[in-house]
């Protein structure tokens, strides 16, 4: 599994994880209420910025990051052409953009344990009449750790799959993905079991 957080460090590294996903809410919210397409564009252009801020190589990996974006946008962008929903599409995908890259901001400026610690602190009502929030705790922190490392993996197989024909990989990496993404899924369960499972223990 792979660490989301980045190595270059930046001030928002030191800010509360609980003030950036408010504001995270929060602008996420009035993103969707933005319907004008110039207004759009200035939050994409401000999401920019924040990746620029922190240096070149914050701003490469950031980006680097939002490449797994591409074929989904390229999916909207044919749809749309092919409906001649121009305008609606460039909305969809400028928002769909600035949303990803500022939650990806957050995730790169914030440890998993703090997110796990805000998730729990938000859960404290569920716990207070008797139900057990650890294992919802621990399957969040599961899904943004191995979220990496399958796209990681579905990379690898497409580099493999180009090395030895000069066809697109396509359909073809299907099955072997599914396959590395059951093995995975199969070691975890066996180190969350040598661990003694996920609801074993007691809350503290």
Do not use: C
């Not at 980045?6 to 319907?35: C, D, E, N, Q, Y």
């Not at 207070?128 to 919802?136: D, F, S, V």
């Not at 040598?194 to 809350?203: Q, S, T, V």
Request: net charge positive; no cysteine; charged share 15%.
């Amino acid at each position: 599994m792979i660490s989301l957080t980045s190595p270059v460090r930046t001030r928002a590294h030191s800010w509360p994880a609980g003030i950036k996903l408010a504001v995270l809410g929060v602008g996420t919210f009035f993103l969707f209420m933005l319907h004008d397409l110039r207004l759009q564009g200035l939050a994409l252009l401000v999401m920019l910025v924040l990746y620029a801020l922190p240096g070149g190589q914050f701003f490469r990996a950031g980006m680097r990051r939002l490449q797994v974006l591409w074929p989904f946008l390229a999916i909207l962008a044919l749809w749309h052409g092919v409906t001649a929903t121009y305008l609606e599409g460039a909305e969809i995908i400028l928002r769909l953009v600035t949303a990803v890259g500022l939650a990806n901001l957050v995730t790169m400026t914030t440890a998993l344990s703090e997110m796990i610690a805000v998730i729990r602190w938000i859960a404290t009502p569920l716990r207070r009449i008797g139900l057990n929030t650890r294992a919802m705790e621990l399957a969040i922190a599961l899904v943004i750790r191995i979220l990496p490392t399958l796209v990681e993996n579905g990379q690898r197989l497409t580099d493999a799959w180009r090395a030895r024909s000069p066809r697109r990989a396509g359909w073809r990496v299907v099955v072997p993905f599914t396959l590395l993404a059951l093995d995975d899924a199969d070691h975890l369960a066996e180190a969350l079991r040598a661990r003694g499972g996920i609801l074993e223990n007691k809350e503290t």
